[in-house]
């Protein structure tokens, strides 16, 4: 199993930025798909972004446009790139395999309105 911990989390207002990084505790090289995926308050988690080993990507309706999912092997890295950021953006983010393994700490997002 690999670990991944996440990070970039934090406060923004509206409109506003963030880049979430996941580390892997191995290569990621040989993993097909590695996911991004929230928990919101009172909500189910759910998938929003996914990337394969060949660098396809897919994503959940409400963050197209807005979200960039990534891969950097070399740094056995994950990132989201969230652009355009709305308060009903806020929850905790987690980055993980597919089919999901152990799940990590995650990293809050606050967005303000």
């Known amino acids: 199993q690999v670990q991944l911990v996440e990070s970039g989390g934090g406060l923004v207002q509206a409109g506003g930025s963030l880049r979430l990084s996941c580390v892997a505790s191995?290569?990621?090289?040989?993993?097909?798909?590695l996911v991004w995926y929230r928990k919101a308050p009172g909500k189910s988690r759910e998938w929003i972004a996914s990337i394969t080993d060949g660098g396809k990507t897919n994503y959940i309706e409400s963050v197209k446009g807005r979200f960039t999912i990534s891969r950097d092997n070399a740094k056995e890295t994950v990132y989201l790139q969230m652009n355009t950021l709305k308060p009903e953006d806020t929850a905790v983010y987690y980055c993980?395999?597919?089919?999901?393994?152990?799940w990590g700490q995650g990293t809050q997002v606050t967005v303000s309105s």
């Open positions: 191995r290569s990621i090289a040989s993993i097909p798909t």
């Open positions: 993980n395999v597919w089919p999901p393994q152990v």
